[in-house]
């Protein structure tokens, strides 16, 4: 039954929740031994469901069971497992052990009752009887989605989509680690990540299962929906340089203080914001150096993490406040370096998976598929470059996320148990009838 399988998803997101490198918070950075951890143990799951696994150089996990013959291309489900600070237990764990479910329940090592007959078997299929799919299915973990340590978001996933770039490795984390030594820490290696990007062939698409990160779920009464589409997102930083000074024998007027150059931009990045239609804007981290209580602050670092559904309008609002961390350290006597770190371009999901997911809500849970765009990002992002992309936003308790108040019900996990059976049981018709053409 869905509910005995979502009530082991459950109890495994409680057994994830306590992999952390930081006592008292869930906080699980790449490159870090509690990921490591959580991959090991996403990994022994991954074997328990009968699946082949596998690590590729950058650290994602990919657990392979083949169709009715080897070397089908695969539809992949997964989602991620590194977290930001202080994080939920379900953003990025609920897909993994989704996906897990999915393919446990497919290969038999489920033992569900209801696993998942297929689709043109009819309703009379032996629970028991499982028929080989027409496409492999891939359990996928990412090894960096959130970008906490490093300036890059979807660390893993872009590299399966052939995005990434042998600079990076020169990237430095707030220690001056560099991605090159995480991605050792990782068990990963340096020169051969790029051989992890996926050929288009051999992936028929992706689905992610998601919490919706929101409210609207809730408000409406509905457990899940189809996400129609992910907002573009640049990621920035703006480095004031001033001069460090004695708080005490340094007039006011003859401060150079970068802290306070970062602060009115920060300022003027909620301004922006606030006054653009349908954008956000974030100064999420600002350091301070020296970041003494008696010195003049010399350098400040303010990040900016920027979006909007629309690509043209984001890069405008972009130069825009590039502009003005210029303007404002010149009026202050100060320096800026800007450095633009990402620019992941607003997603269109396939409309081809996001029917068969919405025909397996609406036939799973006998409720309308509200179909919703995501504020959030995800890995579909970079993935839409090279498969179809497609993805299940699962309610959350109060749309609350990035905080370890995440929360969502063992009954709504149940219904995207289900509701993700059909949508590989209606996909794998749909392949088996395109076959027969
Ligand atoms: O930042 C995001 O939207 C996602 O949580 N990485
Ligand atoms: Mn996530
Ligand atoms: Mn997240």
Redesign the pocket.
């Known amino acids: 039954m869905s509910s005995e399988r979502a009530a082991l998803i459950v109890a495994r997101a409680e057994e994830l929740a306590g992999l952390s490198e930081e006592v008292g918070a869930l906080t699980r950075r790449y490159g870090s031994q509690a990921l490591l951890d959580a991959l090991a143990l996403a990994e022994r799951w991954m074997r328990e469901a009968g699946l082949a696994t596998r690590r590729d150089a950058i650290g994602n996990l990919i657990g392979r069971l083949e169709g009715e013959r080897p070397g089908l291309p695969a539809l992949a489900l997964g989602s991620?497992l590194d977290?930001?600070r202080d994080?939920g237990r379900w953003?990025?764990p609920l897909g993994v052990l989704l996906a897990i479910d999915q393919a446990a329940a497919r290969s038999g090592a489920g033992d569900s009752a209801d696993a998942c007959p297929s689709a043109d078997a009819g309703p009379s299929a032996d629970a028991g009887r499982r028929r080989a799919l027409p496409f492999a299915l891939e359990a996928v973990v990412f090894a960096d989605?959130?970008g906490l340590r490093f300036p890059t978001a979807y660390l893993g996933s872009h590299v399966w989509a052939g995005r990434w770039d042998a600079a990076e490795l020169a990237l430095t984390d707030a220690d001056g680690v560099t991605l090159e030594a995480a991605i050792r820490a990782m068990g990963g290696d340096p020169a051969r990540v790029g051989e992890g990007a996926r050929n288009p062939g051999e992936l028929l698409g992706w689905c992610e299962a998601h919490i919706e990160?929101g409210t609207r779920l809730e408000r409406a009464g509905l457990p899940l929906a189809v996400v129609t589409t992910i907002q573009g997102q640049s990621r920035c930083t703006a480095t004031f340089r001033g001069q460090a000074g004695h708080a005490g024998t340094t007039a006011m007027d003859a401060r150079r203080d970068a802290l306070l150059a970062a602060a009115e931009w920060a300022l003027g990045v909620e301004a922006k914001g606030l006054a653009g239609d349908g954008l956000v804007a974030t100064v999420g981290r600002l350091s301070v150096e020296p970041g003494a209580v008696n010195v003049i602050p010399g350098v400040a670092v303010a990040s900016l993490d920027l979006r909007h559904p629309d690509d043209a309008t984001r890069h405008a609002a972009v130069a825009s406040l590039a502009a003005l961390a210029q303007a404002i350290a010149a009026s202050r006597g100060v320096t800026v370096d800007w450095a633009q770190h990402t620019d992941n371009a607003a997603v269109a999901f396939s409309p081809r998976l996001q029917e068969l997911l919405g025909q397996a809500v609406e036939e799973t849970t006998g409720s309308a598929a509200p179909r919703l765009a995501s504020g959030?990002?995800?890995d579909a992002a970079p993935l839409s470059r090279s498969t179809d992309v497609s993805m299940l936003f699962v309610r959350c308790k109060g749309g609350i996320?990035?905080n370890p108040a995440e929360s969502v019900s063992g009954d709504d996990v149940a219904a995207a148990v289900a509701a993700v059976d059909r949508f590989v049981d209606l996909l794998a018709a749909a392949e088996r009838s395109i076959a027969r053409e």
Do not use: C, P
């Open positions: 991620h977290t930001v994080a953003d990025g989605e959130e990160q959030a990002g995800h996320s990035h």
